[in-house]
T-cell receptor, first 112, second 114 residues
């Protein structure tokens, strides 16, 4: 069974700080997706990483896919209160290329 | 360009009643997925449908739950004889053909069973 483990589970920081959250697995994934979910809303797709070692940047967010395609990280530079939310990583189930397996998420709170 | 639409956003049912959740995919998307998010847990896959076909229902409980995606109209997730354990947020996602891993989610339906 493929699992995605995210760490830390909770993160509370001050505005302007940098942070990194992690998504790890013992299984290889063909791709990984990062979503952000705000209370009462659905997950919003931030990025998809496909190639081992790939780095993608989205403004102050930097996403990296591990060389072995078993892990990924999300780094936020100079966090802002608007970055507050639940960050989820997800990847396709190798047993069926249509369903996503989700990690439990990292809940980030950025205080002014 | 409208996103995935779900209704109702909130649904309250008493034990034993039926719940019907609706999902309209993004324009041009032919694949629909349903996920369930229990309190303090991650999203779990339930079912994957294309027009008039259930492709994968491996994550859906075998009893009381059913899903459809008719030729015309929205996808429906139906829960019969609801129990308190069915209380959760139910999310629908859609993707274009050939890009199953880029799934775009709706705002969800929050079901509360009294």
């Amino acid at each position: 069974t493929q699992l995605l483990e995210q760490s830390p589970q909770f993160l509370s920081i001050q505005e302007g700080e940098n942070l990194t959250v992690y998504c790890n697995s013992s299984s290889v994934f063909s791709s990984l997706q990062w979503y952000r979910q705000e209370p009462g809303e659905g997950p919003v797709l931030l990025v998809t990483v496909v190639t081992g070692g790939e780095v993608k940047k989205l403004k102050r967010l930097t996403f990296q896919f591990g060389d072995a395609r078993k892990d990924s990280s999300l780094h936020i530079t100079a966090a802002q209160p608007g970055d507050t939310g639940l960050y989820l990583c997800a990847g396709p189930d190798s047993g069926g290329y249509n369903k996503l397996i989700f990690g439990a998420g990292t809940r980030l709170a950025v205080h002014p | 360009n409208a996103g995935v639409m779900q209704n109702p956003r909130h649904l309250v049912r008493r034990r034993g009643q039926e719940a019907r959740l609706r999902c309209s995919p993004m324009k041009g998307h032919s694949h629909v997925y349903w996920y369930r998010q229990l309190p303090e847990e991650g999203l779990k896959f339930m079912v994957y449908l294309q027009k008039e076909n259930i492709i994968d229902e491996s994550g859906m409980p075998k009893e009381r739950f059913s899903a459809e995606f008719p030729k015309e109209g929205p996808s429906i997730l139906r829960i019969q004889q609801v129990v308190r354990g069915d209380s959760a947020a139910y999310f629908c996602a859609s993707s274009p053909a050939g890009l199953f891993n880029e799934q775009f989610f709706g705002p969800g339906t929050r079901l509360t069973v009294l």
